[in-house]
């Protein structure tokens, strides 16, 4: 994957001014500002979004897209500037008054009621009345109709709780629809969907658009933008630096708009040598999923030093709790795990980070930070447990603090200083630093869920080159992505996983494709490349017994 800003003078994008005069728009910002202390998240920055149209918002992470969004839904106030609806200038003190001008917003982290029912997360707060007294059939019926209409099928009577990210994600985008939302605002939408699930998604908006919406979501990936938007705004540090129809941009300006014209690249891992020390072993480890029931059956995996493992599968077919398991997190039922030559008898987190394992979880915002701790304590927490930092008996605060200014340098994070809590970072820079704190342990083994996922292309780039660089120091690697594209891109080996087993162990080179990848996520073991001696399923051993897990 190499993205070059060669043809960047063969288009003249718009620039950073005014945006262009025209009838009133459906949605308008204008000039609005808004300033967190000495930060300046957003300044005068105006977008026009026109009636029925996919309007899509881009920007590195910490440009300041979700406070914007957050600010035509009235959950932050500007500090100055206006909003226009219609040509109107409107006033939103909070989302009740967004709601009642027809603006709905689907956050990232959903707020609905996991014990309540579909229709009735749809209905609460609009009928009168507790939603379990309202007349059901009515309600029922009219939800039901809205999502025929609009493709967003779910079962209505089901708790939410019991629903997959896409479900729930369909019943928050019917529930702004039920009170009226005529604007959609959608914050990184695809964020948590599998592929067939985004097409969905993609399908729904465009049935929305038909039906006389109005769609505006932020994004990471420009192949999105492609397939889905009619207009852009790219942000960067809080200003809007480019605008207008999207077919008037080609990819390598938008890349040169968001992050300043820096190539992206992503590079292969070497395979390592075959008389590489072994960094770890998993045999026939079984893995409870998180219905209780069986999720993984044993599966076995060496790991040499330098490795960059790259784990796939269909969502729902075992990798993630195979991750999980190894980082001690679920329960393994059965098998043995090795680090740098220690099996341990009772596997926890804990003690896996003590054998050396280094842990990115899927989801960082809530299991990878302490929200409220500055940045420099999540950095080191771990490392003041162990020991790594303190003299004569005392933390040396001191070196922990020009530590994570090293770090928040190298890994680029966005923020005011170390001291500035997680929770006032953007969601693309607490990634940052769950990442920066798992790679500069140095730990002999490195897991990572979704390594980039809502990280910006430069970010992104930057995490594939510090994996890199770990594998190059030694550190064996398994990365879970859904993106097969990262994980060609970046892995000397492919593992591909199928209803818990592990159904091929590929090493990575030119004749294995996305194609043959998707095939095998799907359980079609004929589809490996002919000629590849990793090719064939490996690793498939029924579980060895017992063991020390
Ligand atoms: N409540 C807050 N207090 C202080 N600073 C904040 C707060 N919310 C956001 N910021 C800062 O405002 C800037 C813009 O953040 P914002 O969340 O809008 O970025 P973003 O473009 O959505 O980023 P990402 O792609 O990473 O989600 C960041 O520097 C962030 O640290």
């Not at 095998?520 to 490349?529: F, I, Q, R």
């Amino acid at each position: 994957m190499l993205m070059t800003n060669h043809d960047l003078a063969t288009v003249e994008p718009h620039g950073a001014g005014e945006p262009p005069t025209g009838p009133p728009y459906r949605l308008e910002a204008v000039k609005l500002s808004k300033a967190y202390g000495q930060l300046t998240a957003n300044h005068e920055v105006s977008l026009r979004v026109t009636s029925q149209s996919v309007h899509a918002v881009l920007g590195e992470n910490g440009a300041g897209k979700s406070t914007l969004m957050k600010m035509l839904y009235g959950v932050e106030q500007p500090d100055s500037g206006q909003i226009r609806l219609d040509g109107v200038p409107v006033k939103l003190p909070n989302p009740k008054a967004a709601v009642a001008h027809g603006i709905g917003m689907v956050f990232q982290h959903f707020g609905l009621v996991p014990s309540l029912t579909a229709a009735e997360n749809i209905a609460l707060g609009v009928e009168p009345g507790r939603p379990w007294r309202i007349d059901k059939r009515e309600i029922l019926d009219s939800i039901g109709a809205l999502s025929d209409a609009m493709g967003l099928h779910v079962d209505l009577k089901r708790p939410v709780a019991r629903m997959s990210t896409a479900q729930q994600q369909r019943v928050e985008i019917l529930k702004a629809l039920y009170r009226g939302a005529r604007v959609l605002i959608l914050d990184e939408p695809t964020a948590l969907l599998t592929p067939q699930e985004r097409r969905a998604l993609f399908d729904a908006v465009r049935r929305l658009t038909e039906a006389g919406t109005t769609v505006l979501f932020i994004t990471h990936k420009l192949s999105e933008v492609a397939e889905l938007a009619d207009d852009v705004t790219i942000l960067r540090r809080g200003h809007v630096v480019g605008h207008g129809r999207h077919a008037d941009f080609n990819t390598a300006q938008l890349v040169e708009l968001m992050v300043g014209g820096r190539p992206v690249t992503a590079r292969r891992a070497p395979a390592p040598l075959p008389t590489a020390p072994k960094a770890a072993s998993f045999t026939g480890l079984s893995v409870t999923g998180s219905q209780g029931r069986e999720a993984v059956h044993g599966v076995s995996l060496d790991l040499r030093e330098g490795e960059v493992c790259g784990l796939v599968g269909v969502d729902g077919n075992g990798q993630l709790e195979f991750l999980e398991g190894i980082a001690g997190i679920r329960p393994v039922t059965a098998g043995r795990i090795e680090i740098g030559g220690v099996a341990l008898r009772r596997w926890t987190h804990r003690r896996a980070r003590a054998a050396g394992l280094g842990y990115v979880p899927e989801d960082r915002l809530s299991a990878g930070v302490v929200p409220a701790f500055p940045i420099v304590d999540n950095m080191f927490a771990d490392r003041i447990t162990y020991g790594g930092y303190r003299r004569h008996g005392r933390l040396d605060k001191s070196r922990m603090r020009s530590e994570a200014v090293r770090l928040i340098e190298d890994f680029d994070i966005r923020c005011t200083g170390p001291l500035q809590p997680a929770e006032r970072l953007s969601g693309g820079n607490i990634q940052k630093v769950v990442l920066a704190r798992e790679i500069s342990r140095g730990p002999k083994v490195l897991l990572v869920a979704e390594p980039t996922r809502g990280l910006d292309i430069g970010a992104a780039a930057r995490i594939h080159e510090a994996l890199a660089d770990a594998a190059r120091e030694g550190t064996a690697i398994l990365v879970l992505s859904s993106d097969v594209d990262e994980v060609l891109a970046i892995s000397s080996r492919i593992c591909v996983f199928h209803e818990g087993r592990l159904v091929a162990d590929l090493v990575n080179g030119d004749e294995v494709t996305a194609e043959i990848i998707g095939a095998l996520m799907l359980g079609s073991a004929e589809d490996g490349p002919a000629d590849s001696p990793a090719a064939s399923p490996a690793d498939v051993a029924p579980p060895a017994a017992g063991g020390g897990a």
